[in-house]
């Protein structure tokens, strides 16, 4: 088992900036994929970005491209979802993720994800 404990959503305007941060405790940290993923009323889930066990190669959503990174500290077992410029279509509940699954093209896709986290609110005022 994998517990996942978001945290850093908030109320910003748009142009500003939130960090996100994911707290997995259970098995090794180091064993997963880690990935955000965003739910926003009226709307299907949607991937945000992932980022490989060892934190060397991240993949992005389109939509958020140049904007968010994603990022890892092993030793804290935290994975953070860094977002800048924020827009209000980017209102949403965040959700960390977590897989054992390899790494490859389907960590876009949300069933590939044994975890969840219960979601941090994110809303971008215009």
């Known amino acids: 088992q994998v517990q996942l404990v978001e945290s850093g959503g908030g109320l910003v305007q748009a142009g500003d900036s939130l960090r996100l941060s994911c707290a997995a405790s259970?098995?090794?940290?180091?064993?997963?994929?880690m990935a955000w993923f965003r739910h926003a009323p009226g709307k299907e889930r949607e991937f945000v970005a992932a980022?490989?066990?060892?934190?060397?190669?991240?993949y992005y959503a389109d939509s958020i491209k140049g904007r968010f990174t994603i990022s890892r500290d092993n030793a804290k077992n935290t994975v953070y979802l860094q977002m800048k410029n924020l827009k209000p279509e980017d209102t949403a509940v965040y959700y960390c993720?977590?897989?054992?699954?390899?790494w490859g093209a389907g960590v876009s896709g949300a069933r590939v994800y044994d975890y969840w986290g219960q979601g941090t609110q994110v809303t971008v005022s215009s």
């Open positions: 259970g098995r090794t940290f180091t064993n997963n994929v």
């Open positions: 980022i490989s066990r060892t934190g060397t190669i991240t």
């Open positions: 993720a977590a897989t054992t699954a390899i």
